[in-house]
């Protein structure tokens, strides 16, 4: 079993930056999957960003540069560096971890809300 627990969501201006933490337990990170969703009031959970267990990273077409995932295997915890927020970011973000061969992540976090002012 893995434990995901997120935190870092709060009330940001526009143009402003936040800085994500996805805590594990129960199991190492290292060698796994890990991603980043977020899904805004009445809209369906999207993919944001993932990282592998080698460090390859890959991005939603809106994160478009603004955005950074990474991780640190040492502290078993995983990070989103979300810079330039702009009022469409407003959303709870999740993370997952370990990928299944048909794409979906097994283990999920609850989930922290980012919350953007304009």
């Known amino acids: 079993q893995m434990y995901l627990e997120e935190s870092g969501g709060r009330l940001v201006q526009a143009g402003g930056s936040l800085r994500l933490s996805c805590e594990v337990s129960g199991r190492t990170l290292s060698g796994q999957f890990v991603a980043w969703f977020r899904q805004a009031p009445g809209k369906q959970r999207v993919f944001v960003a993932a990282i592998s267990g080698h460090g390859s990273t890959d991005y939603a077409d809106f994160v478009n540069g603004r955005f950074a995932i990474s991780r640190d295997n040492t502290k078993n915890t995983a990070y989103l560096q979300m810079n330039n927020l702009n009022t469409e970011d407003a959303a709870v973000y999740y993370c997952?971890?370990?990928?299944?061969?048909?794409?979906?992540?097994?283990?999920w976090g609850q989930g922290t809300q980012v919350t953007v002012a304009s």
């Open positions: 997952a971890a370990q990928r299944t061969y048909s794409g979906g992540y097994t283990f």
